[in-house]
């Protein structure tokens, strides 16, 4: 049972580089998030989608994009690379309350 | 403004020991409370999930208390094993709204020595 996962778990990005960071569930959860999570903070809400084809800005959007094509996938992309972008980045599924499923997280640093 | 203070920071006990972990929210109104496991290098997982309506709730070893009155939780851990070695988070959840407006506090590094 795979729940969520993330690819890549790690990436040094040079500033101005774009990547994206890929996450797909397979429990079938309407709601997906993207966190991040800074040395002693807590997570902080990038992006949400509520199903396939509608996305949502959260506490902490500006340098990201997102995209939901499909239930499964909601990909997170940064455009230009910033060092204040160095985090560690949580997907996560659920329905729209109750328990979060999270992944394994992707730690990227931009030097 | 919503927040989740946890306390302490981080602690560290002997293996078998007890310990419990405090959780204070300003989050208004209410729904609901979870405590979740982080271990090193990984993402959170859930240990359990408390509404208004209910002041205790155990899963294992853990056992959490809420007192929505005092908006205060805890966390207590059970004869600690190495492996509850991981960060605990404390995260609110606001009435009305889903789990896009989570609280989540920076939660409290336990460290289990043998």
């Known amino acids: 049972n795979a729940g969520v996962t993330q690819t890549p778990k790690f990436r040094i990005l040079k500033i101005g580089q774009s990547m994206t960071l890929q996450c797909t569930q397979d429990?079938?959860?309407?709601?997906m998030y993207w966190y991040r999570q800074d040395p002693g903070m807590g997570l902080k809400l990038i992006y949400y989608?509520?199903?396939?084809?509608?996305?949502d800005k959260g506490e902490v959007p500006n340098g990201y994009n997102v995209s939901r094509s499909t239930t499964e996938d909601f990909p997170l992309r940064l455009e230009l690379a910033a060092p204040s972008q160095t985090s560690v980045y949580f997907c996560?599924?659920?329905?729209?309350?109750?328990?979060?499923?999270f992944g394994q997280g992707t730690r990227l640093t931009v030097v | 403004k919503n927040q989740v203070e946890q306390s302490p920071q981080s602690l560290i006990i002997l293996e078998g020991k007890n310990c419990t972990l405090q959780?204070?929210?300003?989050?208004?109104?209410?729904?609901?409370l979870r405590w979740y496991k982080q271990d090193t290098g990984r993402g959170p997982v859930s240990l359990t999930i408390?509404?208004?309506?209910?002041n205790t709730k155990s899963n294992g070893r853990y056992t959490a208390t809420l007192d929505a009155d005092t908006k205060q939780s805890s966390l207590h851990i059970t004869a600690s094993q190495l492996s509850d070695s991981a960060s605990y988070i404390c995260v609110v959840s606001a009435q009305g709204f889903g789990n896009e407006k989570l609280t989540f506090g920076t939660g409290t590094r336990l460290t289990i020595i043998p």
């Open positions: 408390m509404t208004f309506s209910e």
């Open positions: 429990m079938n959860h309407n709601y």
């Open positions: 996560a599924s659920s329905q729209p309350v109750g328990e979060a499923f």
């Open positions: 989608s509520v199903g396939a084809g509608i996305t």
């Open positions: 959780c204070n929210y300003t989050v208004s109104p209410f729904s609901n």
